[in-house]
Nanobody
Framework: QPQLMESGGGLAQPGGSLRLSCAAS????????VGWFRQAPGEEREAIVC????????WYADSVKGRFTISGDSASSTVYLQMNNLKPEDTATYYC???????????????????WGQGTQVTVSS
């Protein structure tokens, strides 16, 4: 049964860093694109970083561009989200999700992802 599990969330101070992990089981990232999303209380789930299966295109939301970086090679079972210069507005539950198996497609909307982890909480506060 394919599954995703996020880890690495926690409390960080403004300006600090965290690294989230997304471990896949039952499949490898070589066969799918990947997306990182977040959802704050009372808000809609939003895409923040999306990468296509071919690993040729990566999309970053303007709110995280220059601060967040996705890593992890396609053949591995784990992808990472390095988050630097964290801000209080980054506080949310963070999810990774499995994207398209079409090689160059880069979806950015939640309904285009078919498998989700349980989420990990990130709180940025002094």
């Amino acid at each position: 049964q394919p599954q995703l599990m996020e880890s690495g969330g926690g409390l960080a101070q403004p300006g600090g860093s965290l690294r989230l992990s997304c471990a896949a089981s039952g499949f490898t990232w070589d066969d799918y694109g990947v997306g990182w999303f977040r959802q704050a209380p009372g808000e809609e789930r939003e895409a923040i970083v999306c990468r296509n299966r071919a690993d040729t295109r990566t999309w970053y939301a303007d709110s995280v561009k220059g601060r967040f970086t996705i890593s992890g090679d396609s053949a591995s079972s784990t992808v990472y989200l390095q988050m630097n210069n964290l801000k209080p507005e980054d506080t949310a539950t963070y999810y990774c999700a499995r994207g398209s198996s079409i090689y160059f497609t880069l979806p950015t909307r939640p309904h285009e992802y078919d498998l989700w982890g349980q989420g990990t909480q990130v709180t940025v506060s002094s």
